[in-house]
């Protein structure tokens, strides 16, 4: 019989972050299935505050705090995926890995199946009071006075790999890095040595291709007239197809919207990376100077000659804390003058707000990407003509009461003046502040737990 290693893995992925289309999984894991190859689906639902803001839910609810649209997700396809032996990893577990596989077990119950054995990784959480000093020794005077939220180690692939090697249908974690998901099962599958660098640094890049999901098949690369994309409303997410030596072939459910072209895996390759010659990851230091792009069919691009050097000594933490509060308002002007209206409220705001703090001014469709936090453009003498413009207006204090003026001020506005404004909007919430350390690898401990 011959070695399962022998074949090649496909890794599909359903999710490039928190929020993502919940129809997206089931073509993907039909397409694996279909394959009749070792596969695994990927869920990637993480950004640099979901875990913060998990964390506050969690405050709230202590069975909370995972991705809340976990069951949504895994409806759809978890029979298929425990029938046909395709292997789900994801950081969906957020601030509440343990939560996330108890409702996957009881999803399973409501489902009719047998109970999934699901491994929970444990380590990357560093928001106790056990790791103060670490938090503290790492960032020194940026160390947040303010009571910390989540603090959050970056971690990488080879608890992963443990897990799949040791029976798991399902890996939740919380806080890996994105391309670590896609490494991990490839760990497993073809049992690399964690020091074998080229081989590691491919199979990091095709988790950076697949990690933003439909980034790579189209989506975000759309732009019409310019860079025209058939079937959006339909868009199939990526699947990469990875060799013994670590080589991806880029592909996406067949009959999907969207396309694979060298343009979108170019396009993708090049997201967030610093510096193409060492992307710094858990697992090693990536560089894709030397990489080939290539079509090899139809939605099918080869991404080959990606090399690898040795992994940092240190991990990524980031540090959310408690910085006060988020006040913002909206107001709608239309008609004759309508931009001249909404510059007197900005105006009316800025003198009565004064003294609370940087007031920052848009006027959305006019000025407001392209502004800054100074809304120095309100003293331009020169008033465009602008027919239908919306003002916001927003403000960050440490404390409640004041940022809760805005909120009143904006109200205020309906009779108060200016003539015809309407549609108001507003919103408070707690704000949060984050700083990023480096630790050293040896004081994060990572380890997984089954839990079936």
């Given at each position: 019989m011959a070695n399962i290693a022998d074949k090649k893995l496909l890794v599909g992925c359903a999710a490039g972050f928190s929020g993502d289309r919940t129809d997206a999984a089931l073509p993907v894991v039909q397409a694996l299935i279909a394959s009749g190859q070792p596969a695994v689906l990927i869920f990637e639902t993480l950004a640099e505050r979901t875990l913060a803001l998990a964390q506050l839910a969690r405050r709230t609810d202590p069975d909370a705090g995972y991705e809340p649209l976990?069951?949504?997700?895994?409806?759809?396809?978890?029979?298929?995926?425990?029938?046909?032996?395709?292997?789900?990893?994801?950081?969906?577990?957020?601030?509440?890995?343990?939560?996330?596989?108890?409702?996957?077990?009881?999803?399973?119950?409501e489902l009719g199946l047998g109970r999934p054995r699901i491994a929970v990784l444990q380590g990357d959480d560093l928001s106790g009071p056990e790791h103060r000093a670490l938090?503290?020794?790492?960032?020194?005077?940026?160390?947040?006075?303010?009571?910390?939220?989540?603090?959050n180690a970056y971690i990488g692939a080879q608890a992963i790999a443990d897990?799949?090697?040791?029976?798991?249908?399902?890996?939740?974690?919380?806080?890996?890095?994105?391309?670590?998901?896609v490494l991990g099962p490839a760990l497993a599958h073809y049992g690399w040595a964690l020091d074998d660098w080229d081989r590691l640094a491919r199979a990091t890049m095709a988790g950076h291709l697949l990690e933003c999901g439909a980034q790579?098949?189209?989506?975000?690369?759309?732009?019409?007239?310019?860079?025209?994309?058939?079937?959006?409303?339909?868009?199939?997410?990526?699947?990469?197809?990875?060799?013994?030596?670590?080589?991806?072939?880029?592909?996406?459910?067949?009959?999907?919207?969207?396309?694979?072209?060298?343009?979108?895996v170019k396009e993708q390759l090049l997201y967030e990376l610093h510096d193409p010659a060492a992307y710094l990851t858990p697992d090693v230091v990536a560089d894709i100077t030397t990489a080939r792009v290539t079509t090899v069919g139809a939605d099918a691009v080869r991404l080959e000659g990606v090399q690898g050097h040795a992994r940092p000594a240190t991990l990524k933490v980031n540090v959310c804390f408690e910085s006060g509060w988020f006040a913002e308002?909206?107001?709608?002007?239309?008609?004759?003058?309508?931009?001249?209206?909404?510059?007197?409220?900005?105006?009316?705001?800025?003198?009565?707000l004064s003294g609370l703090g940087p007031l920052r001014i848009d006027l959305i469709g006019v000025t407001s990407l392209f502004g800054d936090d100074t809304s120095l453009w309100l003293d331009d003498p020169t008033v465009g003509d602008?027919?239908?413009v919306r003002l916001r207006v927003a403000l960050q204090h440490r404390d409640h009461a004041s940022a809760q003026r805005l909120v009143r001020e904006v109200t205020a506005l309906y009779t108060c003046g200016p003539a015809g404004g309407g549609g108001v909007r507003t919103a408070m919430r707690p704000r949060l502040g984050t700083v990023s350390c480096l630790v050293p690898r040896e004081a994060v401990a990572v380890h997984f737990e089954l839990v079936d």
């Amino acid at each position: 019989m011959a070695n399962i290693a022998d074949k090649k893995l496909l890794v599909g992925c359903a999710a490039g972050f928190s929020g993502d289309r919940t129809d997206a999984a089931l073509p993907v894991v039909q397409a694996l299935i279909a394959s009749g190859q070792p596969a695994v689906l990927i869920f990637e639902t993480l950004a640099e505050r979901t875990l913060a803001l998990a964390q506050l839910a969690r405050r709230t609810d202590p069975d909370a705090g995972y991705e809340p649209l976990l069951v949504d997700l895994l409806r759809p396809v978890l029979a298929q995926c425990l029938q046909h032996g395709v292997r789900i990893v994801s950081n969906f577990g957020a601030a509440n890995p343990h939560g996330a596989a108890r409702r996957i077990h009881a999803l399973a119950a409501e489902l009719g199946l047998g109970r999934p054995r699901i491994a929970v990784l444990q380590g990357d959480d560093l928001s106790g009071p056990e790791h103060r000093a670490l938090l503290q020794a790492a960032l020194g005077s940026a160390m947040p006075a303010e009571p910390i939220v989540s603090a959050n180690a970056y971690i990488g692939a080879q608890a992963i790999a443990d897990a799949l090697r040791a029976g798991a249908d399902i890996v939740v974690c919380g806080r890996v890095a994105d391309p670590s998901l896609v490494l991990g099962p490839a760990l497993a599958h073809y049992g690399w040595a964690l020091d074998d660098w080229d081989r590691l640094a491919r199979a990091t890049m095709a988790g950076h291709l697949l990690e933003c999901g439909a980034q790579v098949t189209g989506g975000y690369f759309a732009d019409p007239g310019y860079k025209d994309v058939a079937g959006l409303a339909q868009l199939g997410y990526p699947i990469a197809e990875i060799d013994a030596d670590g080589h991806c072939t880029i592909t996406k459910p067949p009959g999907t919207g969207g396309c694979i072209t060298e343009r979108t895996v170019k396009e993708q390759l090049l997201y967030e990376l610093h510096d193409p010659a060492a992307y710094l990851t858990p697992d090693v230091v990536a560089d894709i100077t030397t990489a080939r792009v290539t079509t090899v069919g139809a939605d099918a691009v080869r991404l080959e000659g990606v090399q690898g050097h040795a992994r940092p000594a240190t991990l990524k933490v980031n540090v959310c804390f408690e910085s006060g509060w988020f006040a913002e308002g909206e107001i709608s002007y239309a008609g004759p003058r309508a931009e001249a209206r909404a510059r007197l409220a900005g105006e009316v705001l800025r003198e009565r707000l004064s003294g609370l703090g940087p007031l920052r001014i848009d006027l959305i469709g006019v000025t407001s990407l392209f502004g800054d936090d100074t809304s120095l453009w309100l003293d331009d003498p020169t008033v465009g003509d602008a027919r239908d413009v919306r003002l916001r207006v927003a403000l960050q204090h440490r404390d409640h009461a004041s940022a809760q003026r805005l909120v009143r001020e904006v109200t205020a506005l309906y009779t108060c003046g200016p003539a015809g404004g309407g549609g108001v909007r507003t919103a408070m919430r707690p704000r949060l502040g984050t700083v990023s350390c480096l630790v050293p690898r040896e004081a994060v401990a990572v380890h997984f737990e089954l839990v079936d």
